[in-house]
């Protein structure tokens, strides 16, 4: 069933056409006549138009003129063109207005229809292509996503032979024909904490919006999950239409609806139209984007509209943050920091400069710390920082928050450091706590995040003994008490300050009050 508008200003060539055509045998089903092009605009208005013949040259507007306001409008339409010269520069304007052909006046009738039997074959076959489109993604979702996520991590070679036979396989009605725009969509982060559990709750809310949002219930579309908090959706275009601002301005309306009601920041890379076996490559670009994009957050960042990453700006002056560290002007480091990323544009900004901010920052403030005596990565090995330190690098958001971190903590362990009774009191304590244990020098500087001799000063600095003499008073004057005032076995108060061997515990004892372990019971028993 298909429907023909012919369009000339020559009412005898609209007639000639429309009497010397056999159109019942074409298949035609409905003829319509216009004789200037404000007519022709109307019966698209009115009607379904699928093929026009159409004059160039006429009054008011040309047939190249109302060529370009149907593809615009009405792209499924198919175009043959008919004009009294056999001007290279018309045809040239034809073939760039997308027309099936381009036909000399006289018409010769015969061509006139093999040409109208083309436009019905091409109609037939993207309508095919279409109808195959919505047809796998609305009926068989399952297989349709393994049949991506495959071609994605290369199961299926990305060769257009290997994904038909794959296609074929699995009965997907798949053709090379067949055009597709990816759009990889990637969770930033979170604006408040979440747990394991609240955020698959979220991921899903995520997924159904970008559903509802992107594809607005149509069914030529397809979400899939990726890893990394990622998703990827890939949308089926017929020819050239491409719904670039469409696609663009649906994007930002999803992502900020994720602002508003999920509470995080989200980003989409729109990637160019492919074919099923480009698909790879297409989204391995929008990959690199992803990577790259470590300055703009909540945005819509277009393959065709790349950014311009330059590697030419202000190196940060670490060598003088580092001195300001040593002398503890952690804030004034911070400040300093945060303001020279604020003050690179966003645009010359990307995963490899970041990184190599991270890296050195990382490198001075580990020498900082060192020269105080300080285990920078025992101080930065609990596992909140190692979570924070695991995003630093993907975007400058995370890499303030980071700095922030290892800054203020750093700072507040030198002012406890200064404060040198509270590492001794930490050392006491441990030595309370694990009393019957071999503790060694290593362990007990661990603890307090220093290294044995830069703690064994300080120890002996202000307690006026060393670690050992005050391990071992604290074990004797332990052992004392529980032999005077408990009834425990000699042997489980031995192993209770830590010593396995009873006859060297009797020697220590003795050697330290005079008397064996049995001899002071008694005494202070008695007492």
């Known amino acids: 069933m298909y429907q023909i508008l012919i369009v000339d200003d020559e009412v005898h060539t609209v007639e000639g056409i429309y009497s010397g055509v056999d159109w019942d045998k074409l298949g035609i089903t409905t003829v319509f006549k216009a004789y200037t092009v404000r007519s022709a605009k109307q019966h698209f208005e009115q009607e379904r138009i699928d093929i026009m013949l159409c004059d160039i040259e006429m009054p008011q507007a040309t047939g190249l003129e109302l060529a370009e306001w149907v593809k615009e409008r009405y792209p499924e339409t198919k175009t043959i063109f008919l004009t009294c010269h056999a001007d290279f520069k018309y045809a040239k304007q034809a073939l760039q207005l997308g027309s099936l052909d381009y036909i000399l006046k006289p018409v010769p009738f015969r061509e006139l229809e093999k040409v109208i039997e083309k436009a019905k074959a091409t109609i037939h076959k993207e309508s095919e292509i279409v109808q195959y489109s919505q047809f796998w993604i609305q009926n068989q979702p399952m297989i349709i996503e393994r049949f ?86 890939i949308l089926a275009v017929q020819g050239n239409n491409a719904p670039s601002s469409e696609l663009e301005a649906a994007c930002q309306r999803y992502i900020d609806a994720c602002s508003h009601y999920f509470y995080c920041d989200i980003s989409c890379y729109v990637g160019e139209k492919v074919h099923g076996h480009e698909m790879l490559e297409m989204v391995t670009k929008l990959y690199e984007m992803e990577r790259n994009n470590v300055a703009f957050n909540n945005s819509v960042l277009l393959l065709s509209r790349p950014q311009v990453h330059s590697s030419h700006s202000q190196s940060a002056d670490m060598q003088l943050w580092s001195v300001m560290l040593k002398e503890d002007k952690f804030d004034e480091v911070w400040t300093e920091a945060k303001q020279y990323l604020e003050r690179i544009e966003k645009e010359k ?31 930065f090995g609990d596992p909140h920082s190692k979570e924070i330190d695991a995003n630093a690098i993907r975007s400058v958001t995370y890499l303030m928050e980071w700095m922030r971190h290892i800054v203020t903590k750093a700072k507040e362990y030198v002012l406890t450091l200064q404060q040198s009774q509270s590492v001794v009191d930490k050392v006491k304590e441990l030595i309370k706590l694990r009393i019957s244990e071999d503790l060694s020098r290593e362990e007990i500087a661990n603890h307090v995040f220093l290294n044995p001799d830069h703690l064994t000063r300080i120890f ?15 074990r004797m004057q332990l052992a004392q008490e529980l032999l005077a005032k408990s009834d425990m076995p000699i042997s489980a108060v031995a192993s209770h300050i830590g010593y396995a061997n009873f006859s060297h515990f009797s020697r220590t004892f003795k050697k330290h009050t005079t008397m064996n372990p049995n001899e002071y019971r008694q005494l202070n028993r008695h007492k």
Do not use: C
Not at 164 to 171: F, T
Not at 180 to 200: A, C, G, M
Not at 464 to 474: H, P, R, S, V
């Open 460 to 474: 002996k600095k202000e307690t006026g003994m060393a670690m050992w003499d005050y391990l071992f008073q604290e």
């Open 349 to 379: 900004l990307n995963a490899d400069t970041l990184n190599r901010f991270y890296q050195d920052f990382q490198q001075m403030m580990h020498y900082v710390l060192q020269t105080k005596g300080i285990h920078a990565h025992q101080l």
């Open 148 to 233: 991506w996520q495959d071609i994605l991590n290369q199961s299926i070679l990305s060769n257009a032979k290997a994904i038909s036979r794959a296609a074929a396989d699995r009965n997907i009605p798949y053709f090379d024909e067949m055009v597709f725009i990816p759009v990889l969509i990637s969770l930033q982060r979170w604006h408040k904490p979440v747990n394991l559990r609240d955020e698959k709750i979220l991921e899903y809310g995520l997924k159904n919006s970008a559903e509802e949002v992107l594809f607005e219930s149509r069914q030529d579309r397809l979400l899939i999950t990726l890893n990394n908090r990622r998703m990827l959706a």
